[in-house]
Every structure is written in structure tokens, then in C-alpha cells.
């Protein structure tokens, strides 16, 4: 059985960081995209990092994270990070990793949109960012 559980959320004043983990059982780890994703209230989820699998192992971010966030991951360990730093109010969200055996993003040639069709999804972690 697939599993996806994130950790590491909290509250952080603005200019803080935090760094968020998501643990990976039930499938071979390095053979999947894994995505970030979140969710603030009242507004739809949006894709906040992308890591291709490792036919690719390719990284994005949405550009409202670009330069702040860091995606990583331990393959020894199953594990994902998202290194969060100079926090914003508006990163106030519920932040969740996702998984599928194929793709994390979609190229578009002229954009690259996340895919929120992910397989498998964690159940998140709250991230407070206090102005």
C-alpha cells in the first residue's frame, strides 16, 4: 500500500523557515514523480515543486515559491523535503505531497502546469506564517 505522510509544519513568524517532510512506503521511491502541493483557505490547490522521476530528475517551482523553497530527497531514506524559507503570510496553507509513477508536471511547450491528477496523496501538514 502506497503511503505518503508529511510532517514538519508549524507556525513561523514572517522571514522565518521551516522544512517539511514527506515519508514514501509502498512503492519503489525512485521510480516516481513526487509533487508539493498546497491549499489556503478558501482557494484552490496549486503546485508549489515538482520532482520528476529519475528518468528525468528534474525540479520546478511555482513562481511565487521560486528562490524561497527547495525540493530534496533522500532516496535512501524514501523521503522528500521542501525547504521553506523568507515565509510569507501568504504561504499560509495546508501543504501536502503527492506521488504517481508517471508525472508531477505537464509540458506544454510554452508552460509547464502542475498535475494535480497525482495516483497518491498525503494527507498534509499545516503551515501558519504569522505577519
Known amino acids: 500500500e502506497v503511503q505518503l505522510v508529511e510532517s514538519g509544519g508549524g507556525l513561523v513568524q514572517t522571514g522565518g523557515s521551516l522544512r517539511l517532510s514527506c515519508a514514501a512506503s509502498?512503492?519503489?521511491?525512485?521510480?516516481?514523480?513526487i509533487g508539493w502541493f498546497r491549499q489556503a483557505p478558501g482557494k484552490e490547490r496549486e503546485g508549489v515543486a515538482c520532482?520528476?522521476?529519475?528518468?528525468?530528475?528534474?525540479?520546478v517551482y511555482s513562481d511565487s515559491v521560486k528562490g524561497r523553497f527547495t525540493l530534496s530527497a533522500n532516496n535512501a531514506e524514501n523521503t522528500v523535503y521542501l525547504q521553506m524559507n523568507s515565509l510569507k503570510p501568504e504561504d499560509t496553507a495546508v501543504y501536502y505531497c503527492?506521488?504517481?509513477?508517471?508525472?508531477?508536471?505537464?509540458?506544454?511547450?510554452?508552460?509547464?502546469?502542475?498535475?494535480?491528477?497525482?495516483?497518491?496523496w498525503g494527507k498534509g501538514t499545516l503551515v501558519t506564517v504569522s505577519p
Open positions: 503527492a506521488a504517481d509513477p508517471y508525472i508531477c508536471r505537464i509540458d506544454t511547450g510554452t508552460t509547464v502546469e502542475f498535475y494535480y491528477g497525482m495516483d497518491h
Open positions: 520532482l520528476s522521476s529519475n528518468n528525468d530528475g528534474s525540479i
Open positions: 509502498g512503492f519503489t521511491f525512485d521510480d516516481y514523480a
